[in-house]
């Protein structure tokens, strides 16, 4: 099993765009072969923007590459 976590910052006053993004990409993930699931963590406000670490799951790294 491949884990892929990552980290962003969003600028303040974007934080509806960047959730909106991050379904879109949530939603091509799924169906894709190697796909076991994933998840996005958010911290809430703490200067004005957010921080976000989408997590995600796949079988093997030859799925996750095929997927990028």
């Given at each position: 099993m491949m884990r892929m976590l990552?980290?962003?910052?969003?600028?303040p006053g974007r934080a509806?765009?960047?959730?909106?993004?991050l379904k879109e990409?949530?939603?091509r993930m799924k169906g894709s072969p190697g796909f076991s699931?994933?998840?996005?963590?958010?911290?809430v406000e703490h200067t004005g923007?957010?921080?976000?670490?989408?997590?995600?799951?796949?079988?093997n790294s030859e799925d996750l590459q095929a997927f990028w």
């Open positions: 990552d980290y962003f910052e969003v600028a509806d765009e960047a959730e909106r993004l990409w949530a939603s699931g994933g998840y996005v963590f958010k911290e923007g957010r921080d976000y670490a989408p997590m995600c799951d796949w079988e």
